[in-house]
């Protein structure tokens, strides 16, 4: 599959598209097919490094996280065997900068708690542009 990816912080320059493995979703996992996929300050944060005390959560030296990207959407395509909420096929979006970020990508692979069903009224470009950004606002 396709996603973003860097390797070390910096500016945008760092970022690239590359061919990563489709990720499997462990036991209380769903993977979705990300539609949509929002940017914010979070995301600036995490890319740069800065302030300087952001790389003790996301790696002094060495990056934790390769593919950034915190607010999706999408469509469940499997599901873990002990996830109870979610089932393939349905719409849902999250934020996903509690469990390893990953949404720049055409799939992605998060604890079902990331998740919730995207409603009906909302397309998936406006349901991703709501889960850090409604935090944030609260």
């Known amino acids: 599959m396709k996603a973003i990816v860097y390797h070390k912080y910096g500016s945008p320059d760092v970022l690239n598209l590359a061919e990563v493995d489709k990720p499997i979703p ?3 996992q769903v ?6 996929a929002s940017l914010n300050y979070g995301n600036l944060v995490l ?3 800065e302030p300087f005390l952001a790389r003790f959560a996301f790696g002094l ?3 934790k996280y390769s593919i950034p990207g915190g607010d999706i959407a999408g469509r469940v ?3 873990g065997k002990e996830v109870t909420q979610f089932q393939p096929g349905q719409s849902v979006f ?3 900068s509690g469990c390893g970020w990953g949404g720049l990508a055409e799939y992605v692979s998060v604890p079902e708690k990331a998740l919730a069903l995207k409603p009906e009224n909302l397309t998936f470009e406006e349901a991703a542009a709501v889960p850090m950004a409604a935090v944030t606002a609260l």
């Open 61 to 63: 030296l060495k990056l």
């Open 31 to 36: 993977l979705v097919k990300v539609h949509a």
């Open 26 to 28: 462990e036991d209380n």
């Open 94 to 96: 999250g934020d996903l």
């Open 47 to 49: 890319l740069k490094g």
């Open 77 to 79: 395509e499997a599901v």
